[in-house]
């Protein structure tokens, strides 16, 4: 037989217990939780929920963004650049001096890289 | 002056910098979820296309090989130690692809066209996709002009023509190299450019064989594209495919290109190696099911050009190695049928001093014959005949002390045959030296001579035709061949007898 990946448990498991109601809701993550004892698969369970709760967030249209600045930026600043991304976006956000200005955003698929320092590269670049 | 002239520099980089789109850099990225072995597994990078370039930290590429529904699959080129889970990957956007041109002839590249030779970088203007499909049934015509490999045994009974793809098979330490490398010295002079891949080989090796080709003047007009045992097996999967993308450069500018790959079973084991460790399923001794197209597509690029199309050629000369001389296995039997003829070099000959070790009653050419120049023709046709007589007779000679007058004529003359057929390496032979020294034994100028002096006569006799006889050789080289070619080919050779 196949074996699940984390990704598949969790996608199941997001989809029977997203329409659950309070009293079954025990009895599915009884059974999951059998489920994953009889497949020796209990050392997956970090992972699991790990990708259950990116799996929510994607079900539910959830923007998950990370942005890296230079220096604290205030909290309009973060909630215009979050408007930017759909109306449900949760942000993380890091900084990073070497970076020098500007800011990097991070989506699932891509990076936005507006930072001083890769435009400062680029003009090393056009210029030599 | 001096002073005005630097103060335009300020001015223009001024301009310069004022002029600078400040872009947002936008990239496709995904995160190493698993890296080892010298493949990496990645998620995110939807948009990925099959075979891409991707970009690791710290500099190193990949090829994206496996595009899976959560995951991506992909080789690394190169280094890989300082990956680990978590790092982002980087799309590029292009095809792996190598730099072809002129710049790479006489060089020794890695198969990313990178020198390995301690030499100048390469810079060149062109890049060629290392995957590419194969011309189509209307660019191609058919094989005419040949391959003059300097190879008696070859370029008489087994010969090969520009735009062929002609196997070289045997076990180890049987010559194949020697014949790959004989023909790539014979080119010297003959419009044809060379690409040598070595693939999985023994470095020092490699290092021997470009002296070689250095010191017989053959590397001004040859590409070594090396990927040595110890280079990761993505590299050397890749190899073939580089090489032949190089050699399609030239095509493209009307050229006739050699492209030799040595060895394609160490390519299929490179091959083997990335595809189990990717986890698709084995096949057959572990093979990957698609290990058949993995030959076919390369050697499917090797062709005939028509003038329409820009004329030009790629013969292929791959080289397979067997294990105890079985050419039952699976990649032997995949390319002996993809191929059109093959040169089946054997141990036993070897040992017995039948250099090169060619079994002639084994190994074809399937479109070569239409290629031979015609004196060639003549006399390859008689001295075939010959030669199979001979090998009937041969095992019957060893038992019976006395035979018929005819017999044992057909078994003198088979004899020398077998003699003049010997020849040492990195000594390829001019065709119209070939063809006179085999008219000269297949019609039994040779027969009062003893089989072991046979060599010394034959250094002898070339000797005197280069001589006395030169425009008769050019002249035959040239094609021509009619009554009055061939008594002055026999009259030089009663000459040579009478001395």
Partial sequence: MRKNSARQYAVALYQTAKDAGKDELPKILNNFTALLAKNHNLKMAKQIIKELITHAKEAEGINEIEITSAKSLDNKTIEAIKKIFGDQVESRETIDKTIIGGIIIRTKDHILDASVKTQLQKLRQQLI | ?499
């Fill in chain 2, 1 to 499: 002056m001096k002073l005005m002239s630097i103060a335009n520099i300020v001015e223009e980089l001024k301009k310069n910098i004022a002029s600078f789109e400040k872009n947002v850099e936008t990239e496709e990225v995904g995160l190493i979820t698993e890296v080892g072995d010298g493949i990496a597994r990645m998620s995110g990078l939807t948009n990925c296309q099959s075979n891409e370039m991707l970009e690791f930290p710290g500099g190193t590429f990949g090829v994206a090989l496996n595009l899976e529904n959560e995951t991506i699959g992909s080789v690394l080129l190169g280094e890989y130690k300082h990956l680990k889970e978590g790092d982002t990957v980087k799309r590029t956007g292009r095809i792996l692809s190598v730099p072809v041109g002129e710049e790479l002839i006489g060089r020794v590249v890695n198969p990313l066209g990178q020198p390995v030779d301690g030499g100048v970088e390469i810079k060149t203007k062109n890049f060629y996709p290392v995957e590419k499909i194969a011309p189509g049934v209307m660019t191609r015509e058919p094989v005419t002009q040949p391959v003059q490999t300097g190879i008696k045994a070859i370029d008489a009974m087994i010969p090969i023509g520009r735009g062929q793809r002609e196997l070289i098979i045997g076990d180890r330490q049987t010559g194949k190299t020697a014949v790959a490398i004989d023909t790539i010295i014979n080119q010297k002079g003959k419009d044809m450019i060379c690409v040598y891949v070595a693939i999985g080989q023994k470095e020092s090796k490699i290092a021997r064989t470009v002296a070689k080709l250095k010191e017989a003047g053959a590397m001004d007009y040859t590409i070594v594209v090396l990927a040595g045992a110890s280079d990761p097996a993505s590299t050397l999967y890749i190899a073939p495919y580089a090489g032949v993308a190089m050699a399609e450069y030239f095509m493209d500018q009307g050229k006739d290109v050699l492209c030799v790959y040595d060895d394609l079973s160490k390519q299929a084991w490179a091959y083997r190696e990335i595809s189990l460790l990717l986890r698709r399923p084995p096949g057959r001794e572990a093979y990957p099911g698609d290990v058949f197209y993995l030959h076919s597509r390369l050697l499917e690029r090797a062709c005939r050009r028509n003038k329409e199309s820009g004329g030009g050629s790629i013969t292929a000369l791959p080289i397979i190695e067997t294990q105890s001389g079985d050419v039952t296995a699976y990649i032997p039997t995949n390319v002996i049928s993809i191929t059109d003829g093959q040169i089946f070099l054997e141990s036993d000959l070897f040992y017995r001093g039948i250099r090169p070790a060619l079994n002639v009653g084994i190994s074809v050419s399937r479109v070569g014959a239409a290629a031979q120049i015609k004196p060639m023709k003549k006399v390859a046709g008689k001295l075939k005949l010959s030669m199979a007589q001979f090998r009937e007779l041969e095992a019957f000679a060893q038992f019976s002390s006395d035979m018929d007058a005819d017999t044992l004529k057909q078994i003198t003359l088979g004899q020398r045959l077998v003699e003049i057929l010997k020849q040492p390496q990195y000594e390829p032979m001019p065709v119209g030296n070939q063809v006179a020294v085999i008219y000269a034994v297949s019609n039994g100028f040779a027969n009062a001579i003893d089989p072991k002096e046979i060599r010394e006569w034959e250094l002898k006799f070339h000797d005197f035709m280069t001589r006395t006889h030169t425009v008769l050789l050019d002249k035959i080289a040239a094609g021509n061949w009619d009554e009055a070619v061939e008594k002055d080919l026999r009259s030089a050779c009663e000459d040579f007898a009478k001395k």
